[in-house]
């Protein structure tokens, strides 16, 4: 879905790579493991994340 605000294509990489990971981990480890998951899956769609 497509909106008109001035982050919606980043907005929609956070929403995909949140998924990405959710979808491959499942549920059940610590939030550091999450984190760590989200930050590697961020860097891979070719966000610029710092951690």
């Given at each position: 879905?497509?909106?008109?605000?001035?982050?919606?294509?980043?907005?929609?990489?956070?929403?995909?790579?949140?998924?990405?990971?959710?979808?491959?981990?499942?549920?059940?480890?610590?939030?550091?493991?999450?984190?760590n998951a989200?930050?590697?899956?961020?860097?891979?769609?070719?966000?610029?994340?710092?951690?």
């Open positions: 879905m497509k909106y008109n605000f001035v982050h919606s294509e980043i907005t929609d990489l956070i929403i995909k790579a949140y998924y990405n990971v959710y979808n491959t981990l499942g549920y059940g480890f610590l939030e550091k493991v999450y984190e989200l930050v590697i899956e961020l860097r891979n769609l070719g966000l610029l994340v710092l951690a």
